[in-house]
């Protein structure tokens, strides 16, 4: 009962208006798969009607990072998101997703569909794009995969498409997955964006460098090229002499692709 209070008192507060537009509201929920408490900040855009539809923008943090990177940090990725949910008026909300060392797992997963399911009951949510930088733009690439049906667009910084092919971070994605590749290969495949093009019909904007050794590119350069021989609209951008970084510039101009086409296709539709 008492976790029941806590979350239902931490909604009232932000549907109340405790969270005032412009400004980042620190959000407790309790997981229904575990009974853990879990948590997310949630940003209003500048001149909010809670009765008109927003469009929402999922931040999702790299690894070592956790739900106040994107909100927070001074980096051109962060930045650039976070300017871009103020220049198109977006619900800005940036989930933990079980932490530093998610990688889209079943738990983190789970947390998503929660707090996706928890706006769409407290606002008039509209188009919802997932986006991350590293690990988070990988687990954007996974959630859209696994739930094409609840994501409209998808912005992947310097993330990769195929965890069968990774070497890196391989005990933290093992502890997220349930296992390792060769115990669990089904669930390593299962959140390869790579292997389930057909499900990404919606705009995707990605970036990638050619230097990183830190999450390499081929994965998701391989996946563009699929996407581009299925006409699904994505902008790939790809630094030769890059690493694991999207310069401002480059973070602004896949964000932009994306919401725009998120909205003309919204607007053609009626």
């Known amino acids: 009962m008492l976790h029941s209070v806590v979350r239902s008192a931490a909604v009232l507060l932000v549907v109340l208006g405790v969270a005032r537009a412009g400004e980042f509201e620190d959000v407790r929920f ?15 855009p500048e001149g909010f009607r809670p009765e008109e539809p927003q469009d929402l923008l999922v931040v999702l943090h790299g690894h ?3 739900r106040w990177q ?15 949910a103020a220049k198109y008026g977006m619900i800005l909300v940036s989930p933990d997703y079980r932490a530093r060392t998610s990688w889209m797992g079943p738990r983190a997963e789970e947390d998503m569909l929660q707090i996706l399911e928890e ?15 590293s690990m988070g733009g990988t687990s954007a690439l996974t959630f859209a995969a696994l739930h094409p049906d609840l994501v409209d667009g998808v912005v992947a910084l310097n993330g990769l498409a195929n965890h069968l092919e990774y070497d890196g971070f391989q005990e933290a994605i093992a502890a997220s997955f349930g296992g390792s590749k060769v115990e669990k290969p089904d669930e390593y495949k299962k959140r390869s964006a790579e ?32 996407l581009e021989r299925l006409e699904r ?7 030769p002499e ?28 009626r």
């Open 119 to 133: 706006l769409r009951r407290n606002y008039r949510v509209g188009k919802v794009v997932v986006s991350g930088g």
């Open 242 to 269: 890059g690493g694991h970084a999207t310069d401002y510039a480059d973070t602004l101009a896949v964000y932009s692709f994306v919401v725009e086409k998120v909205r003309s296709r919204d607007a053609q539709a």
């Open 30 to 44: 309790i997981s229904r798969g575990d009974q853990s408490e879990q948590r997310y900040v949630l940003q209003l």
């Open 195 to 226: 292997y389930w093009p057909e499900r990404l019909t919606m705009p995707l904007g990605l970036t990638t460098g050619g230097r990183d050794t830190v999450v390499p590119p081929e994965s998701v350069q391989r996946l563009a090229k699929v």
């Open 70 to 84: 994107f909100p927070r940090d001074g980096r051109d990725e962060c930045r650039g998101a976070r300017e871009a």
């Open 64 to 66: 070592g990072s956790d």
């Open 233 to 239: 609209p994505v902008l790939l951008i790809h630094r």
